[in-house]
């Protein structure tokens, strides 16, 4: 079993910053892909921020500049700094990674967090 484990949400003012952090544990042999998807009240999953085994990054277009996508490969762990939050940043935030379970299975799966939330308001 895999566990992506999400931190750091929370209520913040607009202009301010939070850091998102999340930790996957269990039966991984190597994880590719992590990266960071929201979702707002009454809006489909989107892609926030993507980063590769090797730390190459992609970002949405409505973060550049502002979130910054890093990871700790021997912790597992990715991390989304938010900085100059608006309004409409407001949103569960979802981890998620493409893991490699088993040096045995050479397929990867993709698995999920249950989501931090993320308020931007004042």
């Known amino acids: 079993q895999v566990q992506l484990v999400e931190s750091g949400g929370g209520l913040v003012q607009p202009g301010g910053s939070l850091r998102l952090s999340c930790a996957a544990s269990?039966?991984?042999?190597?994880?590719?892909?992590m990266g960071w998807y929201r979702q707002a009240p009454g809006k489909e999953r989107e892609s926030v921020a993507i980063i590769t085994s090797g730390g190459s990054t992609n970002y949405a277009d409505s973060v550049k500049g502002r979130f910054t996508i890093s990871r700790d490969n021997a912790k597992n762990t990715v991390y989304l700094q938010m900085s100059s939050l608006k309004p409409e940043d407001t949103a569960v935030y979802y981890c998620n990674a493409e893991i490699r379970t088993s040096r045995a299975i050479f397929r990867t799966m993709h698995y999920w967090g249950k989501g931090t939330l993320v308020t931007v308001s004042s």
């Open positions: 269990g039966s991984i042999f190597e994880i590719n892909a």
